[in-house]
C-alpha cells in the first residue's frame, strides 16, 4: 500500500512563499509521475505540476514563473516550492502518485494566501 502525507499548508501573505511537502510511504518517487493539484473553494480539482521520473516537469499556466516541483528521491519526498503567492492561490493542496497505472492520493493541506 502507497501512502502520500503532504505538509507545509498555512496561513501567509500575497507575495510571500511558502514549500509544501509530500512523503510518500514506498521508495517509488525515483519512477513514478508525481504532481501536484489543487481544490479551491466550490471548484474542481486542478493539476498545478507534474514531475516525471525522468525530472522532466510541466506548470499549469498560472503558475508558471512562480512555482516548481523538486523531488528528492532518497528522502522518496516530492515538494512544491510556491513563491509571490497570490489571493487565488487559496486551496487545499494534493499530491499524488502514478506508479504502474495505479493512482495515489494524499489527503491534503491547506493553503491560504490573504493579508
Known amino acids: 500500500q502507497v501512502q502520500l502525507v503532504e505538509s507545509g499548508g498555512d496561513l501567509v501573505q500575497p507575495g510571500g512563499s511558502l514549500r509544501l511537502s509530500c512523503v510518500v510511504s514506498k521508495n517509488i518517487v525515483r519512477v513514478a509521475t508525481m504532481d501536484w493539484f489543487r481544490q479551491a473553494p466550490g471548484k474542481q480539482r486542478d493539476l498545478v505540476a507534474t514531475?516525471?521520473?525522468?525530472?522532466?516537469?510541466d506548470y499549469t499556466d498560472s503558475v508558471k514563473g512562480r512555482i516548481t516541483i523538486p523531488r528528492d528521491n532518497a528522502k522518496n519526498t516530492i515538494y512544491l516550492q510556491m513563491n509571490r503567492l497570490k489571493p487565488e492561490d487559496t486551496a487545499v493542496y494534493y499530491c499524488?502518485?502514478?506508479?504502474?497505472?495505479?493512482?495515489?492520493w494524499g489527503k491534503g493541506t491547506l493553503v491560504t494566501v490573504s493579508s
Open positions: 499524488h502518485a502514478r506508479y504502474y497505472g495505479l493512482d495515489y
Open positions: 514531475s516525471t521520473a525522468n525530472n522532466s516537469t
